[in-house]
């Protein structure tokens, strides 16, 4: 399949007897493997189109939890699913998304469901940061300070997804640092979105999975760079979300033994009333060597 848009990767073809084909662009590929967030929304993009087959009371995705049992190269996969159950206003599902001839790869399990009376609060707080058009580009050429001539190229950062720094320091800048906490402004080159023109909640995932950020700030520079796959992720989805900008805000809250735990707040500046929570994120990921030669 001939992909027209990066977030084409997350279109689904029914095999048949909860089984999902779809094609993952090279454009996905952060250092090792497609990116994990889109490993994510294409196996929810699977198990939501598995549930909604039969008409009935509409069942968002309102929860996920994954784990990356083995990385997934870009190219074809499959997706598995199973609906462990068909509620009237809730429903679960399972998926393990894989290359066509592996046994393992990305395994999920899934909450779709109706919307319920229930309260409404925010505990969470929007913090105080810098417009992103008032911010520099990820893109932008490194300075001279920065010791490097120039990044390595990466076609996630540079055609699929641009980063504005709103919390944090630059990877370069020696400054001691105090907290485990990093914040960006992302915005899709292509923005995928739903016919009602929000931004296609499934896009959070991607937003959701670069939680390392928060770990490096509290680091500073080191000699050796540093890769870090998700061992799992587990994201909430609190709603539409309109297209644009979205600020997310990683903090780091425990680093040992080569793991850390991190937590993501994504939130849409343009929310009725003021920035609104869209999703809620936490991650435990490990760290290797990486050389981007």
Request: charged share 20%.
């Amino acid at each position: 399949m001939v992909t027209e848009t990066p977030w084409d990767a997350t279109t689904v073809t029914a095999l048949g007897e909860g089984r999902y084909a779809a094609t993952i662009g090279r454009e996905w590929v952060l250092a090792l493997a497609p990116q994990g967030g889109l490993i994510a929304a294409v196996a929810a993009r699977a198990m939501a189109s598995e549930l909604h087959t039969d008409e009935g009371v509409p069942q968002p995705l309102r929860s996920m939890h994954g784990v990356f049992v083995s990385p997934v190269p870009a190219g074809p996969v499959e997706i598995d699913v199973t609906v462990l159950r068909r509620g009237r206003s809730v429903s679960q599902a399972q998926a393990t998304l894989r290359a066509p001839d592996a046994t393992t790869g990305y395994t999920a399990l899934a909450v779709f469901g109706a919307e319920r009376p229930g309260f409404t609060f925010t505990e969470l707080e929007f913090p105080d940061v810098p417009a992103a058009e008032d911010q520099p580009s990820f893109r932008d050429p490194l300075p001279p300070e920065a010791g490097v001539r120039d990044r390595w190229p990466m076609p996630f950062w540079d055609e699929v997804l641009e980063g504005r720094p709103a919390i944090g320091h630059p990877f370069w800048d020696p400054t001691p640092r105090d907290q485990a906490r990093s914040a960006c402004w992302f915005r899709f080159d292509d923005q995928p979105l739903t016919a009602d023109g929000r931004l296609d909640p499934l896009a959070l995932f991607v937003l959701a999975d670069v939680m390392p950020n928060a770990v490096f700030e509290r680091i500073g520079p080191t000699e050796e760079r540093y890769f870090a796959p998700s061992t799992d992720l587990t994201t909430h989805l609190f709603g539409p979300t309109t297209p644009g900008w979205i600020l997310a805000d990683y903090k780091a809250h425990l680093a040992g033994e080569g793991y850390a735990s991190v937590e993501a707040a994504l939130w849409d500046p343009r929310g009725e009333g003021g920035p609104t929570l869209v999703a809620y994120a936490t991650q435990q990921m490990f760290f290797t060597a990486y050389d981007p030669g």
